[in-house]
């Protein structure tokens, strides 16, 4: 965890409309709380607050209409109880995410357990901007991974076993993008509208058609608010551990080109958003043959 300021400095720590009192946001990855610290948000809650709770958007709580004299002693009580202030401010911020495959039948990805990994790396790290992670199983995209600045979303890409499909089109009445077809008796994807959910490959009653590429894409520079904007797609992941490392160098560009003032969606051109992604494949493809890139020619002629 990075290190953080004194509690009323915290991003968690919010004045409210009557600046006599403030709310304070609970750190909670991905939403997931045991009933003992719910429990324990309950009391804490009556305790130094207004006797309610409210359930963010970004699947975290917070404490209503606290006195900020209590703040040390309310900082005190959240961490004691695991759940502590959470963050608000130009830092990396609540880290949301969807069951993912421990519960629900979409899902391609472990998004609870990938949210805690990233919370653990990244959570508070003060930013030039607000960064926010939102993690979805699947292309169906519950968490709408693509309106935050860094998205993440779990696929798979179709593949039928030649030679057995007995073209019963069961696959084609569960694609909801009308990307399989059945041409003489045999299933056929059309690529092009072809999400990669992964719908199909369960939904074959012969288990003919196999999950041929599980990764995660990912993507960059997305928002919600007034002026909603779609991320840019980055690249993909083949692992976890290629998704820590994207996202820990997405981090690492953002905090030292990034200019405050302005969300990160305005500025990704500025960014030169294009050759990062050129820069963050190269350091990918290096990452994965152990090998340096090749050089470019003009360093190659000066013998660097």
Aim: with cysteine; charged share 30%.
């Amino acid at each position: 965890m990075f290190t953080s300021f004194g509690i009323h400095m915290k991003g968690g720590v919010i004045t409210e409309r009557d600046a006599d009192f403030c709310t304070v946001r609970i750190r909670a990855p991905a939403g997931v709380l045991s009933v003992a610290q719910v429990r324990g948000i309950a009391t804490i809650a009556k305790r130094y607050g207004d006797g309610t709770v409210h359930c963010t958007a970004r699947q975290t709580m917070e404490i209503p209409h606290v006195d900020p004299a209590r703040l040390k002693k309310l900082e005190q009580a959240l961490e004691k109880n695991g759940t502590p202030v959470g963050s608000e401010k130009d830092e990396v911020v609540n880290i949301i995410a969807c069951p993912g495959i421990s519960r629900c039948k979409f899902a391609n990805i472990d998004t609870i357990g990938l949210a805690r990994k990233l919370d653990e790396k990244l959570f508070g790290k003060a930013m030039p901007v607000k960064m926010r992670i939102a993690i979805s199983g699947c292309p169906n995209a519950c968490t709408s991974p693509m309106l935050n600045e860094i998205g993440i979303i779990g696929r798979i890409r179709p593949l039928r076993t030649p030679g057995l499909c007995t073209g019963c089109g069961t696959c084609v009445e569960y694609c909801k993008e009308k990307a399989i077809r059945v041409k003489r008796g045999i299933s056929e994807l059309i690529e092009d509208k072809c999400v990669q959910c992964g719908v199909c490959v369960r939904s074959c009653p012969f288990d003919l058609l196999k999950a041929d590429h599980n990764h995660f894409l990912v993507s960059v520079g997305g928002r919600r608010g007034r002026h909603p904007r779609i991320g840019r797609e980055l690249m993909t992941a083949d692992s976890e551990e290629e998704v820590l490392f994207l996202v820990g160098k997405i981090i690492e560009w953002v905090y030292r080109r990034a200019w405050s003032g302005r969300l990160l969606s305005e500025q990704l051109d500025d960014l030169h958003f294009g050759k990062f992604k050129e820069e963050i494949g190269k350091a990918m493809r290096e990452r994965k043959t152990g090998a340096p890139a090749e050089k470019p020619a003009l360093e190659k002629q000066a013998g660097t």
